[in-house]
């Protein structure tokens, strides 16, 4: 199948660091992402990571890639309130297709 | 400004009254792309185009239509809409397939 999962929701304090998870079933993706969606709005591309690299670092975020275990992560440091939003990771099964996951909902409390 | 822009960005309508979302890019992408974001169940893929004229269905075609008579547009038709298309929906645009997707602010469709 083509299942991408997250967590649903992720609560952290303002000035912690965020860690948002996820499982993708092809391995043969070729690029995975990040996406962030703000209330009302779009999804603006955060980040993403080609497949034969561990890990990308963009400023304040991460993108830690286990292929082994089909697993990607986003860490976003120092949170800020600003980064309250919907993030989805989504993979490439086929080069003209984007998998989504269902999207993590980050809370970030003062 | 590189963009997607989407119109409209909201319309309710009833059932079986034909309705057009337009998409339009000025980044000069080749690749073109429909999605619907429904909430629990993430964005799913309703269409693509690779290019002019070349057009394929994504996961959830049922029910829609789209055109690509050039590059830069890429319009999501329905013919004859339903309740259950009631959704919101972003059209996406790429440089190449594979490439990352820059997205519209979505056009939020309801279907009564």
């Known amino acids: 199948g083509e299942d991408v999962e997250q967590s649903l929701f992720l609560s952290v304090r303002e000035g912690d660091s965020s860690v948002i998870n996820c499982t993708y079933t092809?391995?043969?993706?070729?690029?995975l992402y990040w996406y962030k969606q703000e209330p009302g709005a779009g999804l603006q591309l955060l980040t993403y990571?080609?497949?034969?690299?561990d890990m990308k670092q963009d400023q304040r975020l991460t993108v830690l890639l286990n292929k082994k275990d089909k697993h990607l992560s986003l860490r976003i440091a120092d949170t800020q309130t600003g980064d309250s939003a919907i993030y989805f990771c989504?993979?490439?099964?086929?080069?003209?297709?984007?998998?989504f996951g269902t999207g993590t909902r980050l809370q970030v409390t003062l | 400004e590189a963009q997607v822009t989407q119109n409209p960005r909201y319309l309710i309508t009833v059932t079986g009254k034909k309705l057009t979302v337009t998409c339009s890019q000025n980044?000069?992408?080749?690749?073109m792309s429909w999605y619907r974001q429904d909430p629990g169940l993430g964005l799913r893929q309703i269409y693509y185009?690779?290019?002019?004229?070349?057009?394929d269905k994504g996961d959830v075609p049922e029910g829609y239509k789209v055109s690509r008579k050039e590059k830069r547009n890429f319009p999501l038709i329905l013919e004859s809409p339903s309740p259950n298309q009631t959704s919101l929906y972003f059209c996406?645009?790429?440089?190449?397939?594979?490439?990352?997707?820059?997205f519209g602010d979505g056009t939020r469709l309801s279907i009564l």
């Open positions: 996406a645009s790429s440089a190449g397939t594979g490439q990352p997707q820059h």
């Open positions: 092809d391995s043969s993706s070729t690029y």
């Open positions: 990571i080609f497949s034969n690299m």
């Open positions: 989504a993979e490439t099964p086929t080069a003209s297709k984007l998998t």
């Open positions: 980044m000069n992408h080749e690749y």
């Open positions: 185009s690779m290019n002019v004229e070349v057009t």
